[in-house]
T-cell receptor, first 111, second 115 residues
Framework: EAGVTQSPTHLIKTRGQQATLRCSPI?????VYWYQQALGLGLQFLLW???????NRGNFPPRFSGRQFPNYSSELNVNALELEDSALYLC??????????FGEGSWLTVV | DQQVKQNSPSLSVQEGRISILNCDYT??????FLWYKKYPAEGPTFLIS?????DKNEDGRFTVFLNKSAKHLSLHIVPSQPGDSAVYFC??????????????FGTGTLLAVQP
């Protein structure tokens, strides 16, 4: 069974640009979470999508946004990139809400 | 094969008392352990971690104990507060300093702190 897949693995953008990260959950999972893990910090909750709807978002500015598609895959968009947005962005999926499966992550570097 | 096990699906504790959440693991190569907390409307958030070179790490009301010989770790919350009511996940990794994409999570324990 394929796990949570994320793309791209690495992304380099310049300040002010936009970044788009993608996530495909495990088959059958309807919930997708997005997290940011900046260097030296723990996971910071970004967004939660379930059944195509945004259910909750963490304490991040509006330039962090996303969506969930009918096939439950998801996209995270970061607009007006700032240097401090450089981080590992993780997607996770779950069905029951208890066992959470993370993807490998997408490394975003803003220069 | 569940490498990280949380055998208690739920735990109920009175406010002010100690909450003890347990976690067992099978892979002796795990060298970094973390606890995550999850509220119903959010994803899991990092709580506290411990490296295998230590047997205790404390952060405020939260203390994690690691018993490598028994392959067991526990999270103590003292004193427990109603706001601590959440699902707690134990997680472990080999190398990577606990990089999240390499974590193996347990199935979680639902803690209910009664006022």
């Amino acid at each position: 069974e394929a796990g949570v897949t994320q793309s791209p693995t690495h992304l380099i953008k310049t300040r002010g640009q936009q970044a788009t990260l993608r996530c495909s959950p495990i088959s059958g999972h309807t919930s997708v979470y997005w997290y940011q893990q900046a260097l030296g910090l723990g996971l910071q909750f970004l967004l939660w999508y379930d059944e195509g709807e945004e259910r909750n978002r963490g304490n991040f500015p509006p330039r962090f946004s996303g969506r969930q598609f009918p096939n439950y895959s998801s996209e995270l968009n970061v607009n007006a990139l700032e240097l401090e947005d450089s981080a590992l962005y993780l997607c996770a999926s779950t069905h029951s809400g208890n066992t959470i499966y993370f993807g490998e992550g997408s490394w975003l570097t803003v220069v | 094969d569940q490498q990280v096990k949380q055998n208690s699906p739920s735990l109920s504790v009175q406010e002010g008392r100690i909450s003890i959440l347990n976690c067992d693991y099978t892979n002796s190569m795990f060298d970094y352990f973390l606890w995550y907390k999850k509220y119903p409307a959010e994803g899991p958030t990092f709580l506290i971690s411990i490296s295998s070179i230590k047997d205790k790490n404390e952060d405020g009301r939260f203390t994690v104990f690691l018993n490598k010989s028994a392959k067991h770790l526990s999270l103590h919350i003292v004193p427990s507060q109603p706001g601590d009511s959440a699902v707690y996940f134990c997680a472990a990794s080999v190398g990577n300093g606990g990089a999240t994409n390499k974590l193996i999570f347990g199935t979680g324990t639902l803690l209910a702190v009664q006022p």
